[in-house]
């Protein structure tokens, strides 16, 4: 004879666990901490743009020129005259100099490790470029001062007899220390970002792809061409806006291998020009009152421009999610 099951009891509830969207208590800690650091971090966003803002105001009122358009910087005057133009156009040349040479060398250094090196070559190859980025800014200054600059006259002269009818590659001689100089300096400084982040992406290529390819009489290279960089396309977009951020703000080395000069000069190769880190750090110490928030209005533009950038980069990351390893 059969007989009746005996009731189901209830398990005892978890006493961790809440009615409340029945979460954890150590979930709702780490959530209000996750939250808390977000809303702090705008937060001191918001702070810095109104400091900035404030200042910036202060000095444009006072300003006796044009602080867009003007090719002067004297804001310790009486009246003071000071202008962005010059700063603004080296410190975007220099920064694409930068990626120009920096972005396809990073690339194939991080496809040569990832894919082609053997293992005993590309761990110390990688080792070796993690400690480039460890190299302080002021050392990569002095490097390019008692080393690139003298021995970049050469270059100068190659570029000018075969580029110089373009009238930007253009070289009458003298110090090799100009926006070219810069960039070139500063495309060695990103190498190390943007080789680093691109070779992760790279090894998080779906092996299958990379299998299934090859097993179809695919070449290596095309392999890397169909498979790879489609899948690491908005990594490496991620990590060349990464190298163009430190490019734009960086300061010591710049300011080591520039001659600074308040002209804008048709050809790259010509000493002078200048950019805003650049000119923060060489006049902060003899500024007076307006000086100091006239550099500050510089500071602001720097900073609008990086958000500018990084907000590009998410616009293009966001119009390739195809490309995305969430949906590989």
Known sequence: MATDNPPATAEPADPAVTLKGATRKGDRIFLGLSRGSGITLLAIMAAIAVFLTWRAALAIQADEANFLTAFEWDANATPP?????????????SSLIAMIVAVP?????????????????????????????????????????????????????????????SGILTYEGGAARSLFTAGILL???ILPIVTNVSREVFRQAPKMHEEAALALGATRWEVIRMSVLPFGRSGVISASML??????????????????????????????????????????????????????ASGLVLF????????????????????SGANA
């Open 81 to 93: 005259r000071f202008g962005i133009a010059v700063l603004a156009f080296g410190t975007v040349v």
């Open 304 to 323: 609008v421009i990086t958000l500018l950038v990084n907000g590009a980069a998410r616009l293009i990351i966001a119009r390739r999610k195809e490309y």
């Open 187 to 189: 495309a060695i400084m």
């Open 105 to 165: 060398v990073a690339v194939g250094i991080a496809l040569f490790i990832s894919h082609y090196a053997p293992r005993k070559l590309a761990t110390p190859l990688g080792y070796v470029i993690d400690l480039l980025a460890a190299v302080p800014s002021i050392v990569y200054g002095l490097w390019g001062a008692l080393f690139l600059v003298p021995h970049l006259s050469g270059l100068y002269e190659w570029l000018d007899d075969y580029f110089g009818w």
């Open 243 to 296: 190298g163009l951020g430190r490019a734009l703000g960086e300061t010591m080395a710049v300011a080591t291998v520039l001659s600074p000069s308040f002209l804008i000069h048709a050809s790259l190769l010509q000493p002078g020009g200048g950019t805003f880190a650049q000119n923060i750090a060489a006049g902060f110490k003899e500024a007076g009152a307006t000086g100091r928030d006239a550099l500050i």
